[in-house]
Structure formats: C-alpha cells, structure tokens
C-alpha cells in the first residue's frame, strides 16, 4: 500500500534506476571476471612458458656446470618484466647461480625440472618445450620467483574503470529516463492543475497541447471537454435566465391586469371630471393648475398604454405587408412632427416593394420607437439617417443619429424593459420593439458609431417567395 503514495514520477524513475543498475553491475560483473580469468590465464602462461624456456636453456650449462652461462641466462631472464629472482640448481639441490632483483610484491615462484634429453630436431631447440619428460634424466632445477603485482594492478584498475563507467552509464540512464517520465507525466500534473482552475471558476483556461502525439491527444481530449461543459453551463444559464424573465413577465402580466382596472379607469373618471369642472364652475380653458394636471393625466395615460401594450401585446394580425411604404408612413409622421424642429431627417427608402407578412400596426409601432429615440438622442439638432436595403429575402433598416451613443456597459441592458437614462422615459420603448420584431421573425441589433451616435440595425427575412417579395406578382 505504501507502493500507492509514490507517483507515476517516482515509480518510473526507481523502476529504471533498479532494472538499469541490476543489469549493468550483472553484465559488468560476468565481463570483469571472464577478462580477469583471461588476463590471469594469459599471465600464469607466460611464466610458465619462460621458466620452461630457462629451463631448456640451463640443461648445457648444468651439464658442464659452467656458472658464467647460467648467470648469463639468469640474468637474461631478470629482463623480462615482473622476474624477481632465478635460481638454478643441479639434481640434489646445490645452488649453482642465484639472481635477484628488487621489485615490489607479492610473490609467486614456479619451478622445472631440467632434463637430459636429446633433440629430435637439432636445428630447433624449441621443438622440445612440449616433449615427454617422464622417460627422461633429470640433471637439475630451476626455479622463478615473480612479482604478480603487476597483474594484480592491472585487474584492479580494470574494475575500477568498470565501476566508473557502469556509475556514468548508470547516472546518463537515470537522467535519460528522468527526462522521459517527466515528459509524460508534466502534461497530467498540469492537467489537474488546469482542472483545479475550472473548479475555481476560471472557465476560459484552456490545456496547452503536450511534445508527443499522445499528449496532444489529452490535451485534445481534455480541451473538448471543456467546451462541452462551458457549452452546458451557458445553456443552463440561459435556460435558467429565461425562466426567471418568464417568470417576471409572469408577473408584469398579473400586474398590467391590475393597472388597467386600478388605474386607468380611474384615471379617464378624473380626466372627465377636470372637464366636467372647467364647464360648470366656469374655469377658463388655460387655467394653469388644471392644465399641468391635464397634461400630467395624458402623460400617465401614455405610460400605462405602452405598459400595456409591452406587457399585453395584442395579438398580431399578420397580413401581406409592403415594409417600405411602410416605412415611407412612419417617416412622413416624423417629418410632420419635427417639421419646426431643427432636425433633418434624411432618409433613402428604395422604390421597389418588399413584402412581409406582418402586422401593419405593431409593426410600424415598434420601428416608430426606435427612430423616435434617435431624434430625441439627437436633442434637437443635427440629422437622422434613415435608410433601407434589402436583397433576395433579407431587408435591413438602419437609424443613424448624432446623439452621444450608448455608453458600451448599457448597449446590453437598453432592449430590458424598464431601462431608461431619460427623466420622463419609461424605458419600454425599446422593449417593445424588441418583442415586436422577433414577433414578426426579424432581430434589432444597436452599436455606436465611429463618426459618433447611435446605429440601430432592424433586420427581416420574408417567408414568401422571391417574385412576391418584390412585388412582380401584384
Ligand atoms: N439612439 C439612441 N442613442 C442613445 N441612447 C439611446 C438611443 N436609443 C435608446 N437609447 C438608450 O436606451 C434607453 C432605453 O430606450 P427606450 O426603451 O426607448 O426607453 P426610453 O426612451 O423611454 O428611455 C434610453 O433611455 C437611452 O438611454
Ligand atoms: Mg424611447
């Protein structure tokens, strides 16, 4: 169970470190030993095959006991490296020459007997190194102490270069395998660290894409699913923001029935009784008390109506309608009521018809507002740019003002009913046109302009055919 606490990390990494160390040492340990054997071997080999050599050499020598000869040849023989001594000895063991010299140690020494033999081939003394001695006399000895220091050095050295490089190899495999793991398991780690991130509420933080193919696809995968959890989340929350609106125009409607009965009606019983007064008490007509309260009844009056009709919109009697003589209505309206005003209104309405089923009322209502604020937007100067386009099935209605725009933190809030920066605005207008137009299939978009003030965009798409639309059939 402890095994579980160690991560990917630490697992991948001991796992190599113990497999990678377990077979170097292993492999290195069998090629040490076997090299060892051979090199001891070869060694051992040389001696024996000099001693035999000396051994060879000294027969004459030890024959006609000539000292001077066998020095020479022990003498000879100290040359050759690792030799610490010779001795040369005749049949019962009296020493006939003693050569040392003084190496380090330790020491080893190997021994032959020396034979009277005859060569069978005379021209080749070494043809009998590997002959038969049993049959033969022996006529002395020699014997070869040497120093196996060298070869003991040599072993130790190659063990220990072994050691280093088995370390090195062992070290470059762990840094090898540390750079791998860590490849494959920083994309997880930072996975999880970016899922953290979600949790908290960070829900545009996306997964880089990893160095392999497979971590591409993971983060790929992880990044899909993100989406598809952002996608979800604003759906709820449209869902849920839609439920809450109905849930308010729930009300609004509750709440309209209760003003057209609760207040209205008053309202024209006082509005008639003002009248009543002024007729019987003789008040002259621009008595100014009763003429603010008239003015306030009409006012009040106006309110409830566009209350009433955003909150109550009547049922829309669609028929085959021509938006742009429409439009040209509308526009003549506002032309009449500006007229002594200082405000222009330009407008380019096209000849051609363009034909919608819509309802010739609500509809010119709703476009009514919309240029209705722009003039007011415009506080009494400058121009309103009103103009048309329309190809194949869509119609497009733009309102241009010189107004001060529409701070950008508003531009969201200003189609809400009740939304309104003016003093005696009821901030239904919009409203109303919004409902209008979507009722009738279309949408309204509002941005502010480069050159400054409002653009008010109204865009419908016609359900009949393309000849009807402009009219060719009529
Ligand atoms: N052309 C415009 N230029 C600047 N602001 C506008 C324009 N049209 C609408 N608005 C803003 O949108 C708000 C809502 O408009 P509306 O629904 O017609 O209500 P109201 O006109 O009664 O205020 C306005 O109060 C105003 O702040
Ligand atoms: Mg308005």
Redesign the pocket.
């Known amino acids: 169970m402890i095994f579980k606490k160690f991560g990917i990390h630490v697992r991948v990494l001991s796992t190599a470190v113990i497999l990678i160390s377990t077979s170097t040492l292993t492999l290195g340990y069998w090629g040490v030993n076997i090299i060892n054997q051979f090199v001891t071997l070869r060694f051992s080999q040389r001696i024996d095959f000099m001693t035999q050599y000396l051994a060879l050499n000294s027969e004459l020598g030890i024959l006609i006991d000539e000292q001077r000869l066998l020095k020479g040849l022990a003498q000879n023989m100290l040359g050759e490296n690792d030799i610490a001594g010779v001795v040369i000895e005749d049949k019962r063991g009296r020493e006939l020459v003693r050569e040392t010299r003084d190496i380090p140690g330790p020491f080893k020494t190997a021994g032959k007997w020396v034979y009277l033999s005859e060569p069978k081939d005379k021209n080749n003394p070494m043809s009998r190194i590997n002959d038969n001695h049993f049959d033969s006399e022996r006529i002395g000895r020699v014997k070869v102490t040497y120093s196996t220091k060298g070869i003991e050095d040599l072993i130790k050295k190659m063990t220990l270069r072994f050691i280093l490089i088995a370390l090195v190899l062992i070290l470059i495999s762990c840094l090898i395998f540390y750079v791998i793991s860590k490849s494959l398991v920083t994309p997880v780690i930072l996975l999880g660290k970016i899922a953290r991130k979600v949790s908290l509420g960070n829900h545009l933080i996306r997964a880089p894409a990893g160095n392999t193919p497979e971590t591409i696809k993971l983060a790929d995968a992880f990044n899909e699913m993100l989406d598809s959890i952002a996608l979800g989340r604003k759906t709820i929350v449209q869902a849920y923001e839609k439920m809450a609106k109905q849930e308010t125009l729930a009300e609004v409607g509750k709440f309209s029935m209760m003003i057209a009965h609760e207040v209205k009606n008053p309202l024209g019983i006082i509005k008639s009784s003002i009248e009543i007064m002024k007729k019987e008490l003789n008040i002259p007509r621009d008595n100014i008390a009763l003429t603010y309260a008239e003015e306030e009844i009409v006012r009040l009056n106006d309110l409830i109506e566009s209350f009433l009709m955003f909150a109550r919109p009547a049922r829309p009697n669609f028929e085959k309608i021509d938006l742009n003589r429409l439009m040209d209505q509308v526009i003549m309206g506002f032309e009449i009521q500006y007229n002594s005003d200082k405000i222009k209104i330009k407008s380019c309405i096209p000849e051609e018809s363009f034909y919608i089923n819509a309802d010739f009322d609500l509809f010119s209502r709703g476009v009514t507002?919309v240029i209705r604020?722009?003039c007011?937007?415009n506080q009494g100067q400058g121009s309103v740019d009103i103009s048309i386009e329309h190809r194949n099935k869509k119609w497009q209605l733009l309102v241009k003002?010189q107004?001060?725009?529409?701070p950008k933190e508003?531009l969201r809030k200003?189609f809400e009913p009740f939304?309104?920066?003016?003093s005696k605005?009821?901030?239904?207008?919009?409203?109303f046109a919004d409902q209008v137009i979507k009722t009738h299939g279309g949408n309204i978009k509002?941005e502010n302009r480069l050159s400054g003030?409002?653009l008010?965009c109204v865009t419908m798409f016609s359900s009949l055919k393309i000849e009807e639309t402009q009219g060719i059939l009529e």
């Open positions: 507002n604020n722009a007011e937007a003002d107004g001060p725009g529409i508003k200003i939304f309104t920066t003016k605005g009821t901030g239904l207008g919009l409203a509002a003030g409002a008010f």
